[in-house]
């Protein structure tokens, strides 16, 4: 599978900043998406880019896909508790539902 | 996570021994997938289903098995379970050749080998 990097690792943030959040890969993506899993739980899509350039709101949550098509980055502005979770990118090449994911970005919230 | 539906949520297994992970969908959906899901990792495509009678390998397909004879199941076979397979195991369907956003995941099935 194609490698995404994604970064931070993990992160412990305040409640009421804001959160950021990349990934980058060596290879293009046709598509790119953002998923939150909750402990125990399946992930579940926030955001799913399909154009270079794009930026995509959800709510709280702003998503980009990078105009070459190599990366995207994720923000949450004025976090809450109910934010904590890992969040994942993920990129789709062409049709065939092959997703390849990055490692994780784990999100704690100090209320 | 809704109409996608795995069992086990949990199996602790010897190794050597053999299971069957099941995955069931009610949407009517094309696409099937098993990924696991390792610490720092991110999730990894085991077997995939383009449809009923069709199923293709995966990013680490080895030392599984897969098949697809309706279009509702997607069962994942360990036939000799080793503790390497020790992860978290998901299945994902989608409809049609549309983009990225059909894709739906289970909630996931634990496994432990020891």
């Known amino acids: 599978g194609q490698q995404l990097n994604q970064s931070p690792q993990s992160m412990f943030i305040q409640e009421g900043e804001d959160v950021s959040m990349n990934c980058t890969s060596s290879?293009?993506?046709?598509?790119w998406l953002w998923y939150k899993q909750d402990p125990g739980e399946g992930p579940v899509l926030l955001i799913a880019?399909?154009?270079?350039?794009e930026l995509t709101s959800n709510g709280r949550l702003t998503a980009q896909f990078g105009i070459t098509r190599k990366d995207s980055f994720l923000n949450i502005s004025a976090s809450i508790p109910s934010d904590v979770g890992i969040y994942f990118c993920?990129?789709?090449?062409?049709?065939?539902?092959?997703?390849?994911f990055g490692a994780g970005t784990t999100v704690t919230v100090r209320a | 996570n809704a109409g996608v539906t795995q069992t086990p949520k949990f199996q602790v297994l010897k190794t050597g021994q053999s299971m069957t992970l099941q995955c069931a969908q009610d949407?009517?959906?094309?696409?099937m997938s098993w990924y696991r899901q390792d610490p720092g990792m991110g999730l990894r495509l085991i077997h995939y289903s383009v449809g009923a009678g069709i199923t293709d390998q995966g990013e680490v397909p080895n030392g599984y098995n897969v098949s697809r004879s309706t279009t509702e199941d997607f069962p994942l076979r360990l036939l000799s379970a080793a503790p390497s397979q020790t992860s978290v195991y998901f299945c994902?369907?989608?409809?049609?050749?549309?983009?990225?956003?059909?894709?739906?995941f289970g909630e996931g099935s634990w496994l432990t080998v020891v």
């Open positions: 994902a369907s989608s409809y049609g050749r549309a983009n990225g956003n059909t894709i739906y």
């Open positions: 290879s293009i993506f046709n598509t």
């Open positions: 993920a990129g789709l090449v062409g049709v065939e539902y092959k997703l390849s």
């Open positions: 880019l399909y154009k270079a350039g």
């Open positions: 949407m009517n959906h094309e696409y």
